[in-house]
């Protein structure tokens, strides 16, 4: 593989910062979701949309390709099933059953999956600073969501829900190790298109199965624009991103970027919501940006 150049590393350096804000308009759509439209179903809607989108964008590449497609029609299939299919229902599930601090928590530990996996599976190295980044990173995390206290992390109590949560993230983290790992000849476009294909073949039966016994009204302009929303930015936009700076920085730095997501959410919800920040957003924010700048900084030295 080459050496990206310098301005490539600039480019990306950049983006990663963008990636938690483009993230959370997931979370907008799966609070406006529930009796709107199922889980499976806006999910389908979501990546159906993003891969007539992305392979319009990459229709000569992928016909060009698809000798190389068929070759890989299974790795596809697990991409498809893992960041398509898992990441984009499961969450939605969860989010009718179990606290917004479960859900937290729990995906918490997949950017720290994906950073062991980067170096075990992949080959990467993380130097002891990239380490200790990590550890603030979570730590900041966790901070901000116990705002401070500690003791707060007793009475958190599992439900079912949880174990989608659990799902979603190892999923999230194979998918981030295996489209690195398995390396499919493609652009970054073209491979995030095929696997969206993929994406969607998973869902069609449990799509199906959901409008077949759902209780919620037939889709209707305000389903729609959920799923155009889920499409276009926390789908084709961020996976887009997540794709191509993983290819430019390595999949644990990038990563590791995911647990600036509270941090954002905080300023989000302060911005526009009117919610007070306290010392434990100012407090976990610091090791927050601390933990994520020592893995970016020492990774590019």
């Given at each position: 593989?080459?050496?990206?150049?310098?301005?490539?590393?600039?480019?990306?350096?950049?983006?990663?910062?963008?990636?938690?804000?483009?993230?959370?308009?997931?979370l907008i759509v799966?609070?406006?979701?529930?009796?709107?439209?199922?889980?499976?179903?806006?999910?389908?809607?979501?990546?159906?949309?993003?891969?007539?989108?992305?392979?319009?964008?990459?229709?000569?590449?992928l016909w060009q390709?698809?000798?190389?497609?068929?070759?890989?029609?299974?790795?596809?299939g697990v991409l498809?099933?893992?960041?398509?299919?898992?990441?984009?229902?499961?969450?939605?599930?969860?989010?009718?059953?179990?606290?917004?601090?479960?859900?937290?928590?729990?995906?918490?530990?997949?950017?720290?999956?994906?950073?062991?996996?980067?170096?075990?599976?992949?080959?990467?190295?993380?130097?002891?600073?990239?380490?200790?980044?990590?550890?603030?990173?979570?730590?900041?995390?966790?901070?901000?969501?116990?705002?401070?206290?500690?003791?707060?992390?007793?009475?958190?109590?599992?439900?079912?829900?949880?174990?989608?949560?659990?799902?979603?993230?190892?999923?999230?983290?194979?998918?981030?190790?295996?489209?690195?790992?398995?390396?499919?000849?493609?652009?970054?476009?073209?491979?995030?298109?095929?696997?969206?294909?993929?994406?969607?073949?998973?869902?069609?039966?449990?799509?199906?199965?959901?409008?077949?016994?759902?209780?919620?009204?037939?889709?209707?302009?305000?389903?729609?624009?959920?799923?155009?929303?889920?499409?276009?930015?926390?789908?084709?936009?961020?996976?887009?991103?997540?794709?191509?700076?993983?290819?430019?920085?390595?999949?644990?730095?990038?990563?590791?970027?995911?647990?600036?997501?509270?941090?954002?959410?905080?300023?989000?919800?302060?911005?526009?919501?009117?919610?007070?920040?306290?010392?434990?957003?100012?407090?976990?924010?610091?090791?927050?940006?601390?933990?994520?700048?020592?893995?970016?900084?020492?990774?590019?030295?």
């Amino acid at each position: 593989m080459l050496k990206p150049s310098p301005a490539h590393t600039r480019i990306a350096l950049l983006l990663i910062w963008m990636l938690p804000a483009l993230w959370a308009v997931n979370l907008i759509v799966a609070r406006k979701a529930p009796g709107v439209v199922p889980a499976h179903v806006l999910a389908l809607g979501r990546w159906t949309l993003a891969g007539l989108i992305l392979g319009w964008v990459a229709r000569s590449e992928l016909w060009q390709q698809r000798g190389v497609l068929r070759a890989n029609a299974w790795r596809l299939g697990v991409l498809g099933a893992c960041g398509m299919c898992i990441c984009g229902a499961w969450v939605y599930l969860a989010g009718q059953s179990t606290q917004a601090m479960n859900i937290s928590l729990i995906y918490a530990s997949s950017p720290v999956l994906i950073a062991l996996g980067s170096v075990y599976l992949l080959g990467e190295r993380f130097s002891h600073l990239q380490k200790l980044g990590v550890v603030l990173a979570l730590g900041g995390v966790l901070h901000v969501l116990v705002r401070g206290e500690w003791l707060r992390l007793t009475e958190v109590q599992l439900v079912p829900g949880d174990l989608w949560v659990v799902g979603t993230s190892i999923a999230w983290a194979a998918y981030s190790l295996l489209q690195r790992h398995w390396r499919i000849p493609l652009s970054s476009t073209a491979l995030l298109a095929a696997s969206c294909m993929a994406g969607v073949v998973v869902l069609l039966p449990f799509a199906g199965w959901e409008l077949w016994q759902a209780s919620t009204p037939a889709l209707g302009l305000w389903a729609l624009s959920l799923m155009a929303l889920a499409a276009l930015v926390p789908g084709v936009m961020a996976y887009w991103i997540y794709g191509w700076t993983q290819k430019i920085l390595g999949v644990g730095p990038v990563a590791v970027t995911m647990y600036l997501g509270p941090l954002y959410a905080a300023m989000t919800a302060w911005l526009f919501l009117n919610e007070p920040l306290g010392w434990s957003h100012a407090t976990g924010g610091a090791l927050i940006l601390l933990g994520v700048g020592l893995v970016m900084t020492f990774k590019h030295k």
